[in-house]
């Protein structure tokens, strides 16, 4: 009987979900002509975060009135978005950044200027509550795609011997989040070829000087470190689960420097809040012209205490997490810190103390 017992409440806890599932009631306030109307429910923030992979997703024909029925919600906290699939083709279009390109609408009638947020866009469904919400549809992207202007700063702390010094750097934060362009302040990324899931891109970043000469005793007379603007082609995967992978080559393209990098890098997106956040790992090329240029001693800067050294090409591993913070609809703030790890070529150099530069990247911006 015990056995019997034991058994009849595991059935009932499989069984509760099911028991508990509700029906909500959709009204769009701007109801479209043509097309599909796809709903779907979330339970997940790093899902919906991504806007892939809903708990539950509906299909329905296009009414006049505007009103459609979700049946079978299990209760508890979900969010619900509303897309409309223009030319049926059974997913929910992308720009080559993964914005949405078609008309979508968000429960609590919310409108992310960036990732969207779980939290504002959710609400509780209980049993047997009769829930109706209203959604309204938008483009996010609208006629000019969505701009941002804000302030920045860019950080690097010093691996030289006697040098605490530490690399900082104000600038205007500008974003732009268009069909094919993204720019987040110093980062800058156009898709060429390729879809929201696999897509080749040209991409920029400016690279701030590594050092000035004076920072430490070190450095003396080896000249001050410039600042320049890397360029070049990548690949990026947008992978299931919020996995992405980055490959990109970059080359100094205003000759400060020389050389190039070579960077690949796996990412994963999380949602806590309204925070959106991405821990990545990777490995970075530079190329001898860029090493040498940063950490090597030329024969013209040789001294008794401070031996000529090349450095030769050198691979770094290097660990980061990214993000993007809403503030409110307009204000968000962007981060983007990490850790380079320098290889023993580098490690070597007489000029170097520490085998680990950490780098960052902040800034606070208004969405138009």
């Given at each position: 009987m015990t056995f019997i017992r034991a058994s009849f409440l595991l059935v009932l806890m499989f069984e509760a979900p099911l028991a508990l599932a509700e029906s909500i009631s959709v009204r769009l306030a701007n109801a479209p002509?043509?097309?599909?109307?796809?709903?779907?429910?979330?339970?997940?923030?790093?899902s919906f975060g991504d806007f892939r992979n809903p708990m539950l997703e509906t299909r329905h024909t296009i009414v006049e009135d505007g009103r459609?029925?979700?049946?079978?919600?299990?209760?508890?906290?979900?969010?619900?978005?509303?897309?409309?699939?223009?030319?049926?083709?059974?997913?929910?279009?992308?720009?080559?950044?993964?914005?949405p390109k078609e008309p979508i609408g968000i429960s609590n009638n919310y409108r992310p200027k960036g990732p969207p947020s779980f939290r504002r866009a959710s609400f509780p469904l209980k049993a047997g509550e009769d829930r109706e919400?209203?959604?309204?549809?938008?483009?996010?992207l609208g006629e000019m795609g969505q701009w941002g202007v804000?302030?920045?700063?860019?950080?690097?702390?010093s691996p030289y011997q006697?040098?605490?010094?530490?690399?900082?750097?104000?600038?205007p934060a500008i974003t732009y989040l268009g069909?094919?362009?993204?720019?987040?302040?110093?980062?800058?990324?156009?898709?060429?070829?390729?879809?929201?899931?696999?897509?080749?891109?040209?991409?920029?970043t400016y690279r701030v000087g590594a050092y000035e000469e004076d920072d430490s005793a070190a450095l003396s007379g080896l000249g001050d470190r410039h600042n320049t603007l890397m360029a070049g082609i990548g690949l990026v995967y947008d992978g299931p689960s919020g996995?992405?992978?980055?490959?990109?080559?970059?080359?100094?393209?205003?000759?400060?420097?020389?050389?190039?990098?070579?960077?690949?890098r796996v990412s994963r997106g999380f949602n806590t809040g309204n925070f959106r956040w991405a821990p990545s790992v990777g490995v970075k090329w530079l190329s001898s012209d860029l090493a040498n240029y940063d950490f090597g001693v030329p024969v013209s800067g040789a001294r008794v205490s401070r031996p000529a050294y090349d450095v030769g090409s050198s691979t770094n591993f290097a660990i980061g997490i990214g993000g993007m913070l809403e503030l409110t609809e307009h204000w968000r703030v962007i981060l983007d810190v990490g850790a380079e790890y320098l290889d023993d070529n580098i490690a070597d150099s007489p000029i170097v103390d520490d085998?680990?530069?950490?780098?960052?990247?902040?800034?606070?911006?208004y969405t138009f």
């Open positions: 002509q043509q097309g599909v109307l796809v709903l779907q429910v979330y339970r997940d923030a790093s459609y029925r979700i049946r079978g919600v299990p209760t508890g906290q979900i969010a619900v978005l509303a897309y409309v699939d223009e030319n049926e083709s059974g997913a929910l279009d992308r720009t080559f950044v993964g914005i919400l209203e959604v309204t549809l938008y483009d996010v804000g302030l920045g700063v860019i950080v690097q702390s006697g040098s605490d010094s530490t690399v900082t750097q104000v600038i069909e094919r362009l993204q720019w987040l302040g110093p980062t800058v990324r156009y898709g060429l070829l390729g879809s929201d899931r696999l897509r080749l891109a040209l991409n920029a996995i992405d992978v980055d490959f990109r080559y970059q080359h100094d393209v205003l000759d400060r420097v020389g050389g190039g990098t070579a960077e690949f085998r680990q530069v950490f780098k960052g990247f902040a800034a606070v911006t």
